[in-house]
Nanobody, 123 residues
């Protein structure tokens, strides 16, 4: 069992930046960000493998978002730049406690989830 807590969301103007953090209470392997916009299904945003050597980003955020992690403190970050109103969503951190050689990009690849942090992009 592991607790997962996100932070860093808020209101930002179009073109602005935010940095989301995800803190896990214990060791994890794969870690990922998903988001769910108003009236939309939860979708994959970014994922990182256990040692940070492999990252995957959704096409919609490539070139704008960066995912990173620090295992010593069981922490992951999502740096979001050039934000648009389409990025408005609740952002969820998800972690996998089982080692896999690939980086999961679906909801079922992750065992534990945070409560989410709201990101609103609006002028």
């Amino acid at each position: 069992q592991v607790q997962v807590v996100e932070s860093g969301g808020g209101l930002v103007q179009p073109g602005g930046s935010l940095r989301l953090s995800c803190a896990a209470s214990g060791r994890t392997y794969g870690m990922a960000w998903f988001r769910q916009g108003p009236g939309k299904e939860r979708e994959f945003v970014a994922a990182i493998n256990w040692n940070g050597g492999i990252t995957v980003l959704a096409d919609s955020v490539k070139g704008r978002f960066t995912i990173s992690r620090e295992n010593a403190n069981h922490t992951m970050w999502l740096q979001m730049n050039s934000l648009t109103p389409e990025d408005t969503a609740i952002y969820y951190c998800a972690v996998d406690l089982t080692y896999t050689p690939v980086v999961g990009q679906t909801i079922r690849d992750y065992n534990f989830w945070g409560q989410g942090t709201q990101v609103t992009v609006s002028s």
